[in-house]
């Protein structure tokens, strides 16, 4: 199957600082990669999607000043949280989709990565 | 707008016993896709079903799309211990910009006492 790796896959930062966080999809080029938070417990929260070469669709309520989002190629994305807070601590997982005609097709997921704001 | 429910939120099982759960969509789908998370992990795709009507298996799993295709449902048969995680559902939705992505149900966690 797809290999989606995520890096880091933990981080501590301090409060103010700004952290970024890469997907990339190994094997097979993503022409579009979401990028989801997770709480303990809690289902999948989408935050944005990420086309190659366009700007990325933020979901209602996400700030895309705060969550910036980069998809320079069709194996990398990167998620860089600005001026991360405590309650920015979260799991921040990643998925790689290859869509063929107008089929959506099933999303392979990076590992995650476990963000702690101290 | 478009909502994906599931249910149950909690199962626990004993080992050997079947698990079973259903996923359900306000509006119609194109086609519902299920993945497992397992404690710690990320989600994994297990399938996408498509048809009307249609019945996939995976060993001892069972997956149903509803003939209106706007429910589904996932079945363990004799559970075991492997089988603990979330199960999520999850439904594709094109939006404005053909912006297209995924409704994800809450998700069914499932444990398995030995």
């Known amino acids: 199957g797809a290999v989606v790796s995520q890096h880091p896959s933990r981080v501590i930062c301090k409060s103010g600082t700004s952290v970024k966080i890469e997907c990339r999809s190994l094997?097979?080029?993503?022409?579009?990669m979401f990028w989801y938070r997770q709480f303990p417990k809690q289902s999948l929260m989408l935050m944005a999607t990420?086309?190659?070469?366009?700007?990325?669709?933020?979901e209602q309520g996400v700030e895309k000043d705060k969550f910036l989002i980069n998809h320079a190629s069709l194996t990398l994305s990167t998620l860089t949280v600005t001026s991360a807070h405590p309650e920015d601590s979260s799991f921040y997982i990643c998925s790689a989709r290859v869509d063929r005609g107008s089929t959506i097709r099933e999303q392979y997921f990076g590992p995650g990565t476990r963000l702690t704001v101290t | 707008g478009q909502q994906v429910m599931q249910i149950p939120q909690y199962q626990h099982v004993q080992e050997g016993e079947d698990f079973t759960t259903y996923c359900n969509s306000s509006?119609?789908?194109?086609?519902i896709q299920w993945y497992k998370q397992r404690p710690g992990g990320h989600p994994v795709f297990l399938i996408q079903l498509v048809k009307s009507g249609e019945v996939k298996k995976q060993k001892r799993l069972t997956f149903q799309f509803g003939e209106a295709k706007k429910n589904s449902s996932l079945h363990i048969t004799a559970t075991q211990t492997t089988d603990v995680g979330t199960y999520f559902c999850a439904g594709p939705v094109t939006e404005a910009g053909n912006n297209r992505k995924l409704i994800w149900g809450l998700g069914t966690s499932l444990a398995v006492n030995p």
């Open positions: 094997d097979f080029q993503a022409t579009t």
């Open positions: 990420s086309n190659e070469g366009s700007k990325a669709t933020y």
């Open positions: 509006t119609t789908l194109s086609n």
